[in-house]
């Protein structure tokens, strides 16, 4: 959550998702992106997808997992890069390549687990091996 409210998202979901589909859902979302103009408003992230061939899916954390707690993996510590730095890095082409799920449904970076507080954040499906962006 943002002390400003929800933070507006363009994404290209509308192929997988009705807008039905959307209230109340809870997403992982990469927030510390530059803002970037997409289909007539500022879009101030990037809700993280598991997709394969068959279909496309959002990444969930756990239910009770609290809303806007930042996504931790075991072994990357520290302060989240920032906006620039993420361009400047091109962090997305390096850490893309290694974000998928694992056997279990499991979002991972490097076979390690996407957590919050509360567990895991998941292909709710369970899809197996499939990239996650």
């Not at 061939?53 to 996504?71: H, Q, Y």
């Not at 072994?75 to 890095?89: R, V």
Request: proline share 7%; charged share 25%.
């Amino acid at each position: 959550g943002e002390e400003s409210g929800p933070r507006q998202i363009a994404s290209g979901l509308r192929a997988y998702y009705n807008a039905d589909d959307l209230v109340g859902q809870r997403v992982v979302v990469l927030a510390n992106l530059k803002s970037r103009k997409l289909v007539g408003f500022p879009s101030h992230g990037m809700v993280m997808c598991a997709s394969n061939d068959e279909r496309v899916e959002f990444i969930e954390p756990p239910t009770d997992a609290p809303l806007g707690e930042r996504v931790m993996v075991e072994g990357y510590d520290g302060e989240p890069a920032t906006e620039n730095q993420i361009i400047k890095k091109k962090m997305l082409n390096v850490i893309f390549p290694d974000l998928k799920t694992n056997s279990e449904g499991v979002a991972s970076y490097k076979d390690i687990a996407l957590m919050t507080s509360a567990g895991p954040c998941i292909s709710p499906s369970g899809m197996k091996d499939a990239e996650v962006a």
